[in-house]
């Protein structure tokens, strides 16, 4: 069995979704910055590769808030599944049939 707290499932979807608030700019203003002086291409491959740079760092950050958006979204679906299996639990049996009542239903 598995146990899951939907509170810290929105914690941690929370905290992907603020570290991607705070990665994006930082990915950005990382771009070139280890091509120095001497970087060995044209001009033309420079921007091919910080092209493929920031299209790297918006998927990286996309994916980071995928997985928030995620984690919020199966807090969720259990939190629902958690109130609609309290909301049978009324007509449920609540422990073993008494001596001569008749049989459950069976579905």
């Known amino acids: 069995m598995v ?7 929105h914690v941690a979807g929370g905290a992907l979704s603020a570290a991607a608030d ?9 771009v070139g910055s280890d091509c120095g002086a001497g970087f060995p291409g044209t ?3 420079h ?3 910080v092209d493929t740079w920031l ?11 995928a997985a928030s958006a ?3 979204r199966v807090a969720d679906d259990y939190v629902g599944t ?3 299996n309290a909301s049978l639990l009324p007509i449920l049996p609540s422990g073993p049939p008494s001596p001569g009542a008749p049989p459950a239903l069976s579905m």
């Open 82 to 84: 958690d109130d609609h």
């Open 43 to 45: 001009s033309a491959a």
């Open 70 to 72: 995620s984690l919020h």
């Open 55 to 65: 299209a790297g760092d918006r998927a990286l950050v996309a994916a980071v808030r």
């Open 22 to 30: 705070d990665a994006g700019p930082v990915l950005a203003e990382s």
């Open 3 to 9: 146990e899951v707290d939907p509170v810290q499932l």
């Open 47 to 49: 921007a091919a590769l």
